[in-house]
């Protein structure tokens, strides 16, 4: 009597063609799109002279992404990924040429930069979900936290090359750094032309009422103990720490810290998140989801207070870089516990939801450790920030959803009507 067929390995991710050229392409256009937005400012200020009109530039690249976020999660579910992702390369390629002409010829106005920093901010608001919601097409589940990670590390290194490289851009040329933007966004197109995404089947018409969607999705997150419970996580991760960074800067300039000290500090910062997303597959694998999340915060809970005991801008970058290398691995377990256990016609809603959620605790945050580091003494700030993880992280331990979270839970239920 003859057995089953075996069952063919999982392909690595090292040898995963698709996901390494989706990965390879948005490595390029990350690092184009972080030195055009470093160059923004720098070139309404050379052109108007006005603060206002800069920040109006870049206010309007957070806005379309805040107002584009649910509808496209909707667009996400309901269509061609692949065709979205394209969609937005071209886009912002288009955009980029566009204000390189406008540079070159001395017609770059401000209402133009607006329009331009509404389409990057719109595409990118697009393509977040649209990736998420293909890689469990594109990896096998046994990868996907380490696809995850990886791509966390991709997104770490294209704002630190292309921060650190757009001021030199600019410098050589005030069109260098849009012109890098155009040609990487251009190859990275190029590159997701060959990208293989299954196709999906398309979704049962819901009325085709877009508002309707978006609500069935949000519904579908609130109603699952399991995803609301890592959507709270994430959410308050992103409020305090963005808040605790901002009172540590704005304490190390009342203890006269030299500013080339706290450039090293943010430095720092970063290179810290970029090795804490290489850690975080081997973190995720031998924690499991669970243990992942709630060690990550209580380490934060630790750490954090020990900023007030430090006064040396190196010994708190040193500080910064150790914890930076704890929350890539409970976003890698937040993000791989989501997209396994959500339905695939729900997961660009899910992305497009955690995304706009994390992104105002993020612009929250920086306000929120404004306010504390104006009202409060800057260690008992710091202690404010530190009770907020705390609180985060006794909440994760006690959580019963998060405790059932398992890599070997089977996939959540699909949300009737949703």
């Keep these: ?159 630190l090359s292309g921060t650190a490289s757009g001021g030199f851009l600019f410098a050589a040329g005030r069109s260098m750094p849009f012109l890098a933007d155009a040609v990487t966004h251009t190859l990275s197109f190029f590159a997701l032309l060959f990208v293989r995404l299954p196709k999906r089947e398309r979704p049962a018409a819901r009325g085709g009422h877009l508002g309707r969607e978006v609500l069935a999705g949000l519904r579908w997150v609130w109603q699952e103990g399991g995803i609301r419970a890592t959507v709270v996580c994430a959410v308050v991760l992103n409020l305090f720490f963005s808040a605790f960074y901002i009172v540590v800067i704005v304490l190390a300039g009342t203890r006269g810290v030299p500013s080339g000290e706290v450039g090293v500090m943010a430095a720092m910062l970063g290179a810290g998140g970029l090795f804490g997303a290489l850690a975080a597959p081997v973190l995720h694998r031998r924690l499991g989801p669970y243990r992942a999340i709630v060690a990550v915060f209580w380490a934060l809970a630790a750490l954090t207070p020990v900023a007030a005991l430090v006064h040396s801008g190196y010994l708190t970058g040193v500080l910064f870089a150790l914890m930076a290398l704890f929350p890539p691995t409970a976003n890698t377990a937040i993000m791989t516990e989501q997209l396994l256990h959500t339905p695939d016609e729900l997961r660009g809603r899910l992305t497009s939801a955690l995304v706009l959620a994390c992104g105002a605790a993020g612009a929250a945050g920086p306000a929120l450790g404004g306010l504390l580091a104006q009202v409060l003494p800057g260690d008992r700030a710091i202690l404010v920030c530190s009770a907020g993880i705390t609180a985060a992280a006794v909440f994760a331990t006690a959580s019963p959803a998060l405790r059932r979270l398992s890599p070997n839970r089977p996939p959540g239920k699909r949300a009737a009507g949703a």
């Design 1 to 159: 009597m003859t057995g089953a067929p075996p069952v063919s390995p999982p392909v690595p991710l090292a040898r995963n063609r698709d996901y390494r050229l989706l990965w390879a392409g948005q490595a390029l256009s990350e690092f184009g799109f972080h030195a055009s937005m470093i160059a923004f400012p720098l070139l309404v200020l050379a052109l108007t002279g006005s603060g206002a009109a800069s920040g109006l530039v870049m206010g309007t690249i957070a806005a379309a992404q805040m107002v584009a976020g649910l509808p496209a999660g909707v667009l996400v579910d309901r269509y061609d990924r692949k065709a979205i992702m394209l969609g937005c390369e071209a886009a912002q390629a288009l955009s980029a040429i566009s204000l390189v002409v406008a540079v070159w010829t001395g017609t770059a106005t401000v209402p133009h930069m607006v329009v331009v920093a509404a389409v990057f901010g719109a595409s990118a608001a697009l393509f977040e979900p649209a990736e998420s919601a293909s890689l469990p097409a594109l990896v096998a589940e046994a990868h996907l936290p380490t696809a995850v990670a990886m791509n966390t590390a991709r997104s770490s290194m294209g704002q």
